[in-house]
């Protein structure tokens, strides 16, 4: 084995490989992009490059099932943060509306540097707002730079507001241009065989925001590409009062006449739903994005956990940032799952390790993935984040340091590694000073540019 061991990754408090196994000082060998092996303490092989894990704990990289990045161009805008959805939307619109590429590349750039630090290897993301061409282009461009997995889910809005839609004109596209990019797009970029760094999705944003026809042909296009389906469903009663009003059906009825019940679908949130239409997603196979931290600032609460896996739902963690939540730590939207499961389902409800399975296993089902994305398995994609637990947030922390790398802390990883190659190490961007400082300059100025600021507040 030492001829094929690129990384090790050595004296862990425990590896958790999400395939079975809990390794308390354990071991990972990296080769290749992908997990060689893991093992226990005196079984190490040789390496090229050597990681200390000593008091951490070493887990699959999160992966991050919802998302919206460019938001981080608006976070805490203070006049819509005592709204909920709607109203919320109604008020950055029109913001969003100054989004240009250079702002969109780079609000991405900082985003998924964010992510890293909070332990997220993979991430998709929803940009539905297009008032310019080629954004997601430029996403792309940003995720190839820094380095981490990237799910690009090709958003869309085609209903404006002179058609009886919630989005202003400027923000919207006809259905014709939205399927022609999303071709593109998949033809261009997306690359379906395993350890893939980049797929596409198509995702118009939500029934409520969009037509029926662009709903049934997005279904159609995805079909004939293979890919997958995203977009928001029973995210709140505004949205069940629209589907009844338009048409006649509450949400999950009219996900499934337009063609989305099934395995290739993935939606977020889920929260307003009857006990049998948890009970459809989970014959259909369609998975749930649960982005509890989002939902509960927006003040619609939380899909209860428990309840959607009882009904044969499987279930993915998302942080649903930036203007929501205003954060991109998967670390925290996991903590605030836990507790969130908890309060609706009692102290039994779930433990960390149902989460971390939310956060990787699970997560990676959202995106389709079945190349071992998620988990420590050998041959799965290397991703891996090493979790300091030696900080004063973990004294007397001594009996289970899983259940303790939720419970306590705040806790960022030492070590985070995409593909095997490590974006954060000892706690910082691997990432140019430099180059960090030139992002966060440039985001600001584009982010004062479009809240209406001068540079100088």
């Known amino acids: 084995m030492d001829h094929r061991t690129d990384t090790l990754i050595r004296d862990a408090e425990t590896v958790v490989t999400m395939a079975g196994d809990e390794i308390p000082g354990g071991w990972v060998a990296l080769s290749g992009g992908t997990v060689a092996a893991t093992g226990r303490a005196g079984e190490e092989p040789a390496a090229t490059r050597t990681l200390s894990a000593r008091g951490a704990l070493v887990t699959p ?3 991050n099932t919802h998302h919206h990045i460019f938001q981080n161009l608006t976070r805490a805008y203070a006049p819509a943060t005592g709204y909920e959805l709607f109203d919320w939307l109604k008020a950055l619109y029109p913001l969003w509306a100054a989004v240009d590429e250079e702002a969109v590349e780079v609000s991405t750039w900082v985003g998924l540097a964010e992510l890293a630090l909070g332990g997220c290897t993979t991430t998709t993301d929803m940009l539905y707002a297009h008032p310019r061409p080629r954004l997601i282009d430029a996403q792309i461009r940003a995720a190839r730079d820094v380095g ?10 085609d209903l404006s507001e002179k058609d009886g839609g919630p989005a202003p004109e400027q923000l919207t596209e006809s259905v014709e241009e939205i399927l022609a990019d999303s071709e593109r797009l998949v033809h261009t970029y ?3 065989a395993p350890g893939s760094m ?6 118009p ?3 409520a925001a969009v037509t029926e026809r662009l709903m049934v042909e997005t279904a159609r296009l995805a079909e004939r590409l293979d890919v997958r389906l995203h977009t928001h469903l029973a995210e709140s009663l505004g949205e069940e009062e629209y589907c009844r009003e338009t048409f006649g059906r509450r949400p999950v009825e009219q996900f499934e006449h337009v063609g989305w019940g099934s395995d290739r679908a993935w939606v977020a949130h889920f929260i307003f739903t009857e006990p049998q239409e948890r009970e459809r997603l989970g014959r259909w196979g369609t998975v749930v994005a649960h982005c509890p931290g989002s939902t509960m600032m927006l003040g619609a609460g939380a899909a209860s956990l428990p309840a959607l896996r009882d009904a044969g739902v499987t279930v993915g963690l998302g942080c649903d940032g930036s203007a929501s939540t205003d954060h991109a730590s998967l670390w925290l939207e996991a903590r605030t799952a836990l507790t969130g ?3 609706r389902g009692g102290a039994g409800a779930a433990t960390a390790r149902d989460i971390l399975r939310a956060a990787t296993v699970d997560a990676a089902a959202c995106l389709g993935r079945e190349d071992g994305l998620g988990s420590l398995a050998p041959g799965a ?3 891996v984040v090493v979790w300091d637990l030696d900080e004063f947030a973990f004294a007397g922390a001594h009996t289970d340091p899983v259940e303790a790398w939720l419970r306590c802390g705040p806790v960022r990883p030492r070590h985070t590694l995409v593909q095997g190659h490590p974006l954060v190490e000892d706690g910082a961007l691997t990432l140019p000073h430099t180059r960090t400082h030139d992002m966060l300059t440039t985001h600001a100025h584009h982010a004062r540019r479009i809240q209406g600021l001068t540079e100088g507040t």
Do not use: V
């Open 198 to 203: 980049l797929r596409i999705a198509l995702a």
């Open 190 to 192: 997306h690359d379906p």
């Open 205 to 207: 944003s939500t029934q």
């Open 61 to 63: 990289g999160l992966i």
């Open 148 to 157: 981490l997995r990237f799910h690009p889910a090709r958003g869309a809005l």
């Open 341 to 343: 499961a908890r309060e």
């Open 381 to 383: 994609p290397a991703d």
